[in-house]
């Protein structure tokens, strides 16, 4: 056969099988405000960077009939392309064939670039839209499962490894997505859980939506599975391509730098936070005040909203932060922002991403339902995190550091390289109010008038304990600086630890109270 007819012969080849599930169920993909797999791939990537691999693999499950089914490219695309220049593997799942589940072959395409993507150190991203399992194959699919979620965890710290949940995903889909660093969701069309309403109704009799069980906002407010929300696919892929400027390629690289650029100067750092210690404010608006061009990069923005984590530059360096949130709880630190943080502190030091800590905060939460949500295991999670990161770690304690927030939220003693305090910074075992009810207990009680004495003793113990000059005076505070010099203070130091190197002691790997 001539050439020309070869070439036309596979370019036959292609369109049948670039109709994916066909023409009826691309309608009914379209219908529910979601794109095919292709055209996902190609709006996210930059244009005409797709190369696609494996387009005529097909299953060979035999059972129930499904020798006489043909399955194009066994309902997932693979490949490889860029975002912004930055080179990233990539898979997607097709719905329209067979539900986009998940059979021998169709994990063999997943398996295939996800070792492409950690042999050659680049991001993996997977766009999942999958009904799970795919049941007629049985054993086989649990197995591709199994594959994957294997090479998820080698890669772990290895290559960034994005989720993107644009359909159902039921069953084994939804614990790839959990073993990797970043999961996308778009509200309406996002759902993930582990057994379905049907499953639920039969079990448990009981009647629930796909949305209310495991929906965008679910993922994103309450289970904390999720770590971008978005309204529609668009600016889903949006915030990815953020993020893919963000962080670097692999853990033995720096994220791309970029040209600094000073705050805004409609964020007055000098007027963000009130004297009185009682008053809240939003310290997204200390971070825009500190960080290049006031552009911050909000990670979980739904979840724990007591605390903020997020990325932005200094010195056009990805910086990631930590900071308590005042507006929400006082910023207190409990069970799950005590997850939310220290998740993202070990994502920056798997990252080479220096971490700068604000802190503010009247220490962990009290009460019952916190004891026994485990309290005690989850803020662990916080310190440990913070004392076995050896990236670049900064704090700046604005007000509050009470107790065990103080020593958590990246103090000197868990090996901060920097500590500054703001002169409003109160640095104490507790609030000054509890303290003095406990310490002065027999003066209050015995006195003529003992709510005059205990103002009094709050007072005197606000002297002695309320400012940061006791914890500057033994050196576990490096300099008390006014608002308006943090970020040259932090610049510095960064620049400083551009080539900190901190030897671990050799271990196969620690015990984090996970
Ligand atoms: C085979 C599947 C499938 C699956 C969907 N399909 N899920 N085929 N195996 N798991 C097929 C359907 O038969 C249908 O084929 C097509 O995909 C579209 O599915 P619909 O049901 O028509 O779509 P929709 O109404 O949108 O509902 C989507 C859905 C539903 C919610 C995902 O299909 C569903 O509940 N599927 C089963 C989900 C599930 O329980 N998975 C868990 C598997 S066990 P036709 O030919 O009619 O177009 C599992 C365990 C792994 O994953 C554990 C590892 C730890």
């Known amino acids: 056969m001539p050439l020309n007819k070869k070439i036309k012969e596979l370019q036959e080849k292609r369109v049948k099988v670039l109709l994916g599930g066909g023409e009826q169920a691309i309608e009914k993909q379209k219908a529910m405000g979601k794109r095919t797999a292709r055209e996902r791939i190609t709006s996210l990537l930059d244009e005409n960077s797709f190369n696609e691999y494996d387009m005529f693999v097909e299953h060979d499950a035999r059972d129930f009939d499904m020798d006489k089914k043909s399955l194009p490219s066994?309902?997932?695309?693979?490949?490889?392309?860029?975002?912004?220049?930055?080179?990233?593997?990539?898979?997607?799942?097709?719905?329209?064939?067979?539900?986009?589940?998940?059979?021998?072959?169709?994990?063999?395409?997943?398996?295939?670039?996800?070792?492409?993507?950690?042999?050659?150190?680049?991001?993996?991203?997977?766009?999942?839209?999958?009904?799970?399992?795919?049941?007629?194959?049985?054993?086989?699919?649990?197995?591709?499962?199994?594959?994957?979620?294997?090479?998820?965890?080698?890669?772990?710290?290895?290559?960034?490894?994005?989720?993107?949940?644009?359909?159902?995903?039921?069953?084994?889909a939804v614990y790839s997505p959990a073993l990797t660093d970043f999961v996308f969701v778009v509200d309406q069309i996002s759902k993930m859980f582990i057994t379905g309403p049907e499953v639920i109704k039969t079990v448990l009799g009981e009647e629930i939506s796909?949305?209310?069980?495991?929906?965008?906002?679910?993922?994103s407010e309450v289970t904390g599975n999720a770590h971008f929300f978005a309204m529609s696919e668009e600016e889903c892929f949006d915030q990815i391509k953020k993020l893919i400027t963000f962080i670097p390629w692999n853990n033995s690289q720096k994220a791309r730098a970029f040209e600094p650029g000073e705050p805004k100067p409609e964020f007055d750092i000098n007027k963000i936070v009130p004297a009185d210690p009682t008053l809240p404010y939003d310290v997204k608006d200390v971070i825009r005040a500190i960080v290049d061009n006031s552009d911050f990069f909000e990670i979980m923005e739904l979840y724990a909203k007591?605390?903020?984590?997020?990325?932005?530059?200094?010195?056009?360096?990805?910086?990631?932060?930590?900071?308590?949130?005042?507006?929400?709880?006082?910023?207190?630190?409990?069970?799950?922002?005590?997850?939310?943080?220290?998740?993202?502190?070990?994502?920056?030091?798997?990252?080479?991403?220096?971490?700068?800590?604000?802190?503010d905060l009247p220490g962990y939460l009290p009460g019952v339902d916190q004891e026994h949500a485990g309290v005690i295991r989850h803020g662990a999670k916080v310190l440990y995190a913070y004392s076995e990161a050896t990236v670049p770690k900064l704090t700046v304690i604005l007000r509050k550091a009470y107790g065990g927030g103080y020593i958590a939220m990246s103090s000197r003693h868990l090996r901060a390289d920097f500590v500054f305090a703001w002169p409003s910074a109160e640095i104490a075992v507790m609030g000054p109010e509890g303290a003095a009810n406990i310490i002065f207990r027999k003066e209050i009680m015995s006195a003529a008038d003992p709510d005059a004495m205990r103002k009094q003793k709050v007072e005197e113990y606000k002297a002695k304990f309320a400012n940061p000059y006791v914890a500057a005076s033994r050196g576990y505070v490096d300099a008390v600086i006014e608002p308006s010099e943090t970020r040259k203070f932090l610049l510095h130091s960064i620049e400083v630890s551009e080539n900190k190197d901190v030897p671990m002691p050799k271990k196969k790997h620690g015990l984090p109270p996970f």
Do not use: W
């Open 74 to 172: 066994d309902g997932v695309i693979i490949g490889s392309g860029t975002i912004y220049g930055a080179p990233v593997a990539i898979f997607a799942q097709d719905f329209t064939v067979a539900g986009g589940s998940l059979g021998l072959m169709h994990s063999r395409k997943i398996t295939k670039i996800m070792d492409h993507a950690l042999k050659m150190r680049m991001p993996l991203i997977g766009i999942n839209d999958s009904g799970g399992a795919r049941i007629q194959e049985g054993v086989n699919s649990l197995a591709g499962y199994g594959e994957i979620f294997f090479r998820n965890t080698i890669s772990s710290g290895v290559i960034p490894q994005i989720s993107v949940i644009l359909g159902p995903c039921a069953g084994g």
């Open 306 to 359: 007591n605390l903020v984590i997020g990325f932005g530059r200094m010195g056009g360096r990805t910086t990631g932060f930590v900071a308590n949130q005042p507006l929400e709880m006082a910023g207190v630190l409990d069970v799950d922002s005590s997850d939310k943080a220290a998740r993202f502190i070990r994502y920056c030091d798997a990252f080479n991403i220096p971490i700068i800590t604000l802190v």
């Open 210 to 219: 796909m949305e209310d069980l495991g929906g965008a906002r679910v993922h």
